[in-house]
T-cell receptor, first 116, second 113 residues
Framework: KQEVTQIPAALSVPEGENLVLNCSFT??????LQWFRQDPGKGLTSLLL?????REQTSGRLNASLDKSSGRSTLYIAASQPGDSATYLC???????????????FGKGTHLIIQP | DVKVTQSSRYLVKRTGEKVFLECVQD?????MFWYRQDPGLGLRLIYF???????EKGDIPEGYSVSREKKERFSLILESASTNQTSMYLC????????????FGAGTRLSVL
């Protein structure tokens, strides 16, 4: 059964720092990996989706990498701002024995605080 | 922009009540999902649907059922609500199952007293 782990569980850094959030998964047979942001009491906003054939995806100050063989992904946030404070979640599709996929398996998230 | 709308942000129900959580998406997506989110446990898949009138169990379907009579609407039903179903419920939709982004609603925080 796929397990997704995110380290660290919480992180607090001063504004302006570059930072890296880590995600690991136990089964490398994935279609893609998705990073989400969740603000307190709110739903999830998709940030980046990396297909299994890709190594990186970038959106503004965010860069996500994927190393399928080692079961790892990182989310790099450049020049962090207080507005980046949120919980960041990574997720991979469930795979089932027929070779298809359905819902997502999530990590428990990294709670990020950017201090002004 | 894709919009996934959950009908209620907050609900308070009594033990034993039948509860309906509604979700509507406006992008003609084939697939819809219900998750619940609990502190320390993260998000877990309850049910999903890949077509009208089709449904599949996720990881934690016990105590829940779903209905998808129209493509845009996916309902989660708690037949007899219990206190251990107090949680944040999140609905999502996607164009297909594996290759596309899942878009989430704002969530419904359900309290069962």
């Amino acid at each position: 059964k796929q397990e997704v782990t995110q380290i660290p569980a919480a992180l607090s850094v001063p504004e302006g720092e570059n930072l890296v959030l880590n995600c690991s998964f136990t089964d490398s047979a994935i279609y893609n990996l998705q990073w989400f942001r969740q603000d307190p009491g709110k739903g999830l906003t998709s940030l980046l989706l990396i297909q299994s054939s890709q190594r990186e995806q970038t959106s503004g100050r965010l860069n996500a990498s994927l190393d399928k063989s080692s079961g790892r992904s990182t989310l790099y946030i450049a020049a962090s701002q207080p507005g980046d404070s949120a919980t960041y979640l990574c997720a991979v599709p469930h795979m089932y024995s027929g070779g298809g996929a359905d819902g997502l398996t999530f990590g428990k998230g990294t709670h990020l605080i950017i201090q002004p | 922009d894709v919009k996934v709308t959950q009908s209620s942000r907050y609900l308070v129900k009594r033990t034993g009540e039948k509860v309906f959580l509604e979700c509507v998406q406006d992008m003609d997506h084939e697939n819809m999902f219900w998750y619940r989110q609990d502190p320390g446990l993260g998000l877990r898949l309850i049910y999903f649907s890949y077509d009208v009138k089709m449904k599949e169990k996720g990881d934690i379907p016990e105590g829940y059922s779903v209905s998808r009579e129209k493509k845009e609407r996916f309902s989660l039903i708690l037949e007899s609500a219990s206190t251990n179903q107090t949680s944040m419920y999140l609905c999502a939709s996607s164009l297909n199952l594996a290759g596309n982004i899942q878009y989430f609603g704002a969530g419904t925080r359900l309290s069962v007293l």
